[in-house]
């Protein structure tokens, strides 16, 4: 049988409701909300009480977020996104107070799925030149960062296997040839899409991930904070699907 968790949610704006409700149908039990400087003053000895605190914010005021909560000793689940310049300092800390941390770019089963499947083709396609790669990612006006957490981690990947590429960079400017271009979107009503597309003069291969609404992103969370209980360290997506 599943255990019931007593939950903290870090930030409370669309995603972190989401997650609440997403907790309380799995059973488990909100214990405390914390969402601006008050509520850290009034509520986080609360934190003392949680198995998991599931932090959605902004990059901002994630890393001392995440500080604060290892400050209790509640394992945290981070899924946002924009902060990662920082998270060397917070690895760190997370090792130095034997806390544990479970990140990820985007906690969507189906998105970790498809960077398993971008890194395979990236790998397939590495050494041929003629095929040259592209990001393009579409979310919702109201996402802080650009481009998205999910298509600076597939960047990276293609990265990682193409020696031709030593960064990535605005698709909107002009690039020069070792530098993958990413080109991000805004739009109203749109959760989030990603394409990686391949052009050569012959063909094209494209693959694509379309999320439909924000609950697989809240499921997933969930799932991070049941999955990290007992656990101490750093973990991702990838520990937990075995990718």
Known sequence: MKQQLRIAIIGYGKMGKIVEQTAL?????????????????????????????????????????????????????????????????????????????????????????????????????SELDGYHPRIIETHHAEKLDAPSGTAITLAKQIIDARKSLDKWGDASESLPPNVLPVKSYRIENITGTHLVHYNSVIDSIEIKHTSHNRSGFAEGAILAAEWVQKKEGIFTMQDMLNL
Not at 44 to 69: H, Y
Request: aromatic share 10%.
């Open 25 to 125: 149908a799995r059973k488990h039990h909100v214990v405390v909300v914390i969402d601006n400087d008050d509520d850290w003053t009034t509520k986080r000895e609360k934190l003392r009480d949680c198995d998991a605190a599931i932090e959605f914010t902004t990059p901002e005021t994630a890393a001392e977020n995440i500080s604060k909560c290892f400050e209790t000793g509640v394992p945290v689940v981070s899924g946002t996104t924009g902060w990662y310049h920082k998270l060397p300092d917070i690895k760190n800390l997370c090792l130095k107070q034997k806390c544990t941390l479970f990140f990820a770019s985007n906690f969507s089963i189906g998105v970790n799925i498809f960077f398993a499947l971008n890194k395979k083709l990236a790998g397939m396609l």
